[in-house]
């Protein structure tokens, strides 16, 4: 199947800095990108939409200036955790569209934890 | 997208073929079945997909019952490897994203 990359695997920070994850479709072009959390011993909750070009679109209770989504080209999408907090230490995961038959495939995650 | 319906969780024997099913009553016609799954700290991975006909891969078989309320994923002969949480997942083809339930924990014990 179609790989998606992630990046890092795991980041530790200081409460109130800013994270940066990268999601790269390896084999194919991903006109759409998805970021989802998943918070320990629960499913995957989907954050935001991408389309490249334009702006995400944020689901129901995701802050928008917190979770700074960025696709800038038919491979690469970014994830920018702001300002974070304890709280936001989570288990998130992107995900890119793409192919004949429009499967969604996933990365394999990126661990953060907020000191 | 239609809802579904699986086992909170399953074991089966290592070597044996593991079936897990998966109700979705209200699936209309143009909805697919998807499956996927997530071994533990990792991201989900696709499994495979059908329409109304049984489809089959290189990791599982999948069973769409004729009236397309509920299907079956197979793995013919399960590994310890196989442990996961499975999802079934019903959506439109071109439908914008995939939403997951709580999903099936299978253990495969040895």
């Known amino acids: 199947g179609a790989v998606v990359s992630q990046h890092p695997s795991r980041v530790i920070c200081k409460s109130g800095t800013s994270v940066k994850i990268e999601c790269r479709s390896l084999d194919f072009q991903a006109t759409t990108m998805f970021w989802y959390r998943q918070f320990p011993k629960q499913s995957l909750m989907l954050m935001a939409t991408?389309?490249?070009?334009?702006?995400?679109?944020?689901e129901q209770g995701v802050e928008k200036d917190k979770f700074l989504i960025n696709h800038a080209s038919l491979t690469l999408s970014t994830l920018t955790v702001t300002s974070a907090h304890p709280e936001d230490s989570s288990f998130y995961i992107c995900?890119?569209?793409?192919?004949?038959?429009?499967?969604?495939?996933f990365g394999a995650g990126t661990r953060l934890s907020v000191l | 997208d239609a809802k579904t319906t699986q086992p909170t969780s399953m074991d089966c024997a290592e070597g044996r073929a593991a079936n897990l099913p998966c109700n979705h009553s209200?699936?209309?016609?143009?909805?697919?079945v998807y499956w996927y799954r997530q071994i533990h700290s990792q991201g989900p991975q696709y499994i495979i997909h059908g329409l109304k006909n049984n489809e089959t891969n290189e990791m599982a078989s999948l069973i769409i019952t004729e009236d397309r309320k509920s299907s079956t994923l197979i793995l013919p002969h399960a590994t310890l490897r196989d442990t996961a949480v499975y999802y079934c997942i019903v959506r439109v083809l071109y439908n914008n994203d995939m939403r997951f339930g709580a999903g099936t924990r299978l253990t495969v014990k040895p």
């Open positions: 995900s890119a569209r793409g192919g004949v038959e429009n499967i969604q495939y």
């Open positions: 991408s389309n490249e070009g334009s702006k995400a679109t944020y």
């Open positions: 209200t699936i209309s016609g143009n909805e697919y």
